[in-house]
């Protein structure tokens, strides 16, 4: 079993993505899809994912332009971020 997160950039903001694979490769479960203020916020998720489930670490890729600048979010129904 290992935990994946990967993070995009998004309309919205940053979002994160965390998936468990088993021994093959082949994701188990649901993914977890969530807006996050900063990569650190989504790997503290992910850390506490693989803690819960007893495993060492996990595989992390940022597909975003900076990894831990804060980003402004659009805010329903405003259209412009703030």
């Not at 203020?37 to 495993?55: D, F, V």
């Not at 992390?60 to 659009?74: E, V, Y």
Request: no cysteine.
């Amino acid at each position: 079993m290992s935990v994946h997160l990967k993070i995009e950039d998004s309309h919205e903001g940053l979002v994160a993505t965390i998936l468990q694979r088993d021994g093959v490769g082949k994701v188990v479960g649901k993914p977890s899809v969530f807006l996050v203020e900063s990569t650190e916020e989504a790997k503290q998720q992910a850390k506490m994912l693989t803690r819960s489930l007893g495993l060492g670490g996990y595989g992390f890729i940022d597909k975003t332009g900076a990894s831990n600048a804060l980003r402004p979010r659009l805010m329903p129904g405003i259209g412009k971020s703030i």
